[in-house]
């Protein structure tokens, strides 16, 4: 098992930025890819980000391409998304997820086996 708890969500106005952490807990870290995934109210919810077991590689959705950015340690166990530029439909609660796909920068949920509980984004515009 491995346990997932985010943090570092808020209300921020549009243009600014938060990051969010992941502390994962029960299982070695570096066997799992990690990724981001979003749920906006009344929507399903989408892939934001993911990365390799390494942290060399990255996969990120069109709609956050260049402003959100996904980074891991793994001597910590935590895995972050730097969000930039925000705007309001970046409103959604983020979870993150692990993957023991480890060399995949999955964008399906399906991939992954342990979820958080997710932490609420929410951009005034």
């Known amino acids: 098992q491995v346990q997932l708890v985010e943090s570092g969500g808020g209300l921020v106005q549009a243009g600014g930025s938060l990051r969010l952490s992941c502390a994962a807990s029960?299982?070695?870290?570096?066997?799992?890819?990690m990724g981001w995934f979003r749920q906006a109210p009344g929507e399903e919810r989408e892939f934001v980000a993911a990365?390799?077991?390494?942290?060399?590689?990255?996969n990120y959705a069109d709609s956050v391409k260049g402003r959100f950015t996904i980074s891991r340690d793994n001597a910590r166990s935590t895995v972050d998304l730097q969000m930039n530029s925000l705007n309001s439909e970046d409103t959604a609660v983020y979870y993150c997820?692990?993957?023991?796909?480890?060399?995949?920068?999955?964008?399906?949920?399906?991939?992954?086996?342990?979820w958080g509980q997710g932490t609420q984004v929410t951009v005034s515009s």
């Open positions: 997820a692990a993957n023991s796909q480890r060399y995949r920068m999955a964008s399906r949920e399906y991939e992954y086996a342990y």
């Open positions: 029960g299982r070695t870290f570096s066997n799992y890819a």
């Open positions: 990365i390799t077991y390494s942290g060399v590689m990255t």
